[in-house]
Each structure stands twice: as C-alpha cells, then as structure tokens.
C-alpha cells in the first residue's frame, strides 16, 4: 500500500519509503516531566499511536521511541521549591504521564530513553560538535556556532538574516551571535554533570539529536514527529546539530500536529485557559477525548467544547451498539467469534494512508456501522457476511485505539435472552421488559 505523508520539512505530501523496507523508525518529542501534563499534550500521544497502529497493521514493523525530559531548569524549580530530589520529581510525573497516556488507551512507545541515562553520550556529542567547529566554549559554557549551518532554519523556513533582525541583543553575552544556542550549561545550582568545560547540564536542544544517535545505528530515522510549536527553534536546532556532525537533517519525514483549542479559545497556561489530561479524561472518558482527537486532520486544530464532547460520546454509543449487536447476534447463531478477517476495511485503509486521515477513516467506520445496522436488520441473518463486518469493526477501532469491546455469551445469557424471546411472544411485557433490562446491564440488547 502506498502511504503519503506531509513533511515539513518540504512543504509537501510525499510518498513514504522507509530506510529500510518493510522497518519504520520514528522519534516523537516527549513532555519534560516537572508537572501534570495538560490535555494539548495528549495530541501528538494520540497521532502518532495511531500512525504507529497503521504501520503495524498494514505489515510494518515499527520502532516508536519518545523520550522523556528529566533534567530542565522547571524540574529543578519545582525541587527546589518541594524540597525533593529532581529524580523524584521526574518519576512522579512521568507515571502520571504514562497514566494518561493509558486512560487515553494509547500503548507506551517501544523505548521511553530518560535524558539523564545518555548524559556521557551528550558530553562526547558536544565535544565532537567542538571539534568540527560547529560549537564552542565560553566561561564553561558552550553554544551551537549556528553560521556555521548554511540553510539553518530549513525546517522552520527562517532565514539567518530575518532571525538576526528580530534577535534579541543579550547583555554581557559573551555569545559570538545571538542566534548560538546553548548546548551545556555551567550552574552550580540543581542536578548537574562533570564535563571538560565545566559542571553543569546540557541544552534542551541537544537530548533528543544524542538520543536518536544512540537508538538508531544509521544515524537517522523515517519519521521524526511532535507538536507545530517544536518546529522552531527545538527541530531546527536538532537538524542543525545533525547536519555538523552527520551530514543529515536527522529525519527523512518531519511530522507535526495542530494545537488543542479549549472553547474556542488558545490553550494557555497564563490565562488560565487550560485543563489537565487527567481531568479531561475523568470528565469525560478516555474514548471521548480520543475520538474528539480523531476527528479532525492531525494538522488542523482541534476544538474542544462540551458539547463537542457529547456529540462525540453519541457517536460512540453507536459505534458500540452496532458492534455488540453483531457478536451477540452471531453468538445467538451458534458462531465463534474469537477470530477472523475484515472485509471491508479496505477504504479505511486507504484513508489513513493519505496523510493519516482519520476524520475521513473515521467516516469509512460509519459507513461500516450503517451497513451493519442493515444487516441486523435482515432475516434471516447473513452470517457470512455479519463476521466480516464484525471483524472489520474490530480492527478499524484496534488500529484508531478506540476502546470498545462485545460481549461473550454465557450459557445463562442466552438462557436469559430466550426467555426474553418468549416473554415478547406471550404479549408478558412486565417479564419481558424486567428482561429487557437485565440484558441492557450486560449489553445483550
């Protein structure tokens, strides 16, 4: 199946070829661990497990890393201020993360790398950008030479001389340009390393480049992903360093998702208008908000209202009767349902392999709701064709991480519906609707 996807990086919707056929490598930016992440930074969770399910389904075999951001002047703040160590801090916060990211039903990453794990691999990293010239060292501090890099701000599309127009000039900065980013930080304050130049901790910008250098031995990967606001400055200066030191632009596919609006309104923590993932979950439901996710092309923003919400949870209500409905169905006709293929997910398929579509695969899913509907309908049952449609609904909701589950019938549930049958026959509407109820609380009916 051919796949297209948009790359920043070009401005254009590609056909993906991956380094090495029938293999994806993908990096998406992780959250920097020092609070309770908010609901905008469920997005690239939810984008990119569905890009990794796609993969996977249609053959691929996927390595999906996403790190986590340990060590960062916000995660020493918050230490300093609950008197704890910064170690403590982060494993706090990234279970909380890793909570979410369950209750939203996405799967964990193939490797979660800590940025203080590789800090000998960032120190052997600056030193070799020092000795290519690309960096240098000033009262212990060293920064990217970013003139160094001719086409920096590719990503981006910014260009050097616009930058340095709009640059602030610093203070006593003994930077060479006000564009050099920092790529290890001399303090004696917090969580630190000893290094040649000095004791301190590294750059933002230079954790994730290391770590891609380390997880992938050619040095770059098919798709490096995460939110429109990493584009500039972090993925420009992620390509940079990989530039002076690879020769490369670190990714062959750059991927980024829209923001989350909340009531039509920027998400802002300095506004107020914000709202935890683990809030919005528990409000809500996991499949809500993920179907909310969904809805809408990656690359678009996203809205969320409650109303938008409890349209979505009708939708999902739907989306689980008429699958229910099937199983029972075909378990009240003597059928195993334990395995079998889909046969009708061919244009779901094709949805997402155009630029991970899933608002238009989402509409494929209803087409195949409908046609289930009709087919429950129709007596007598087509059983050949109720198992596809079942099949086909189960891996259209496994591969959008949708959590919707049927029934499997007991010996005493089908006793029980039986009866329910015969109720109605005998015009018994007071037996019949006790029934009725007892096989609504098992999603019988």
Not at 74 to 97: G, M, R
Not at 238 to 259: D, M, P, T, V
Request: charged share 25%.
């Amino acid at each position: 199946m051919e796949i297209k996807l948009y790359n920043s990086l070009t401005n254009k919707i590609e056909t993906f070829t991956p380094i090495h056929a029938g293999k994806v490598s993908m990096y998406v930016c992780g959250p920097t661990v020092y609070n309770d992440v908010h609901i905008g930074n469920m997005r690239p969770v939810v984008v990119f497990d569905v890009l990794r399910r796609f993969f996977e389904y249609i053959g691929y075999q996927v390595t999906y890393v996403s790190n986590y951001t340990d060590v960062d002047d916000k995660i020493i703040a918050k230490a300093l201020e609950e008197k704890k160590s910064e170690k403590t801090i982060t494993d706090h916060y990234i279970k909380t993360f890793e909570k979410a990211a369950k209750e939203i039903h996405s799967r964990l990453p193939n490797i979660t790398p800590r940025v203080t794990e590789y800090m000998p691999q960032i120190i052997h990293f600056i030193d070799a950008l020092i000795k290519v010239g690309a960096a240098y060292e000033v009262n212990g501090d060293v920064y990217f030479r970013v003139a160094s890099i001719p086409d920096y701000g590719a990503l981006s599309n910014m260009k050097l001389d616009d930058l340095l127009v709009g640059a602030r000039i610093e203070e006593n900065s003994a930077k060479e340009s006000p564009l050099d980013f920092t790529l290890w930080k001399a303090t004696d304050v917090g969580v630190s390393w000893d290094s040649a130049w000095s004791r301190g901790r590294p750059g933002w910008h230079t954790e994730c480049v290391v770590m891609v250098n380390e997880i992938f031995p050619d040095k770059i990967i098919d798709i490096h992903g995460g939110g429109f606001d990493l584009k500039f400055p972090h993925h420009d200066n992620e390509i940079a360093q990989s530039e002076a030191l690879n020769h490369n632009k670190l990714a062959h596919y750059w991927l980024h998702n829209g923001f989350i609006n909340l009531n039509n309104e920027k998400m802002s923590k300095s506004t107020g208008n914000v709202i935890s993932a683990k809030d919005a979950i528990a409000k809500y439901g996991g499949n809500a908000i993920r179907l909310l996710l969904l809805g809408t092309h990656y690359r678009a923003p996203v809205n969320l209202t409650d109303d938008i919400i409890t349209g979505n949870l009708s939708e999902l209500t739907k989306m689980e009767s008429a699958y229910c409905q099937l199983a029972v169905a075909l378990q009240l006709n003597g059928q195993t349902i334990d395995q079998g293929k889909a046969t009708a997910i061919q244009p779901f398929l094709s949805a997402l392999a155009e630029d991970l579509n899933t608002a238009n695969a989402l509409t494929e899913l209803f087409v195949v709701i409908k046609e289930a509907n009709q087919t429950l309908r129709a007596r007598p049952l087509d059983i050949k064709k109720a198992e596809g449609l079942l099949f086909t609904l189960r891996d259209m909701f496994s591969i959008l991480g949708l959590d919707v589950h049927y029934p499997l019938l007991t010996e005493e549930d089908k006793k029980l519906y039986s009866s329910y049958l015969s109720a109605k026959s005998e015009k018994n509407f007071a037996l019949s609707d006790e029934i009725r109820l007892k096989l609504i609380m098992r999603k019988i009916l």
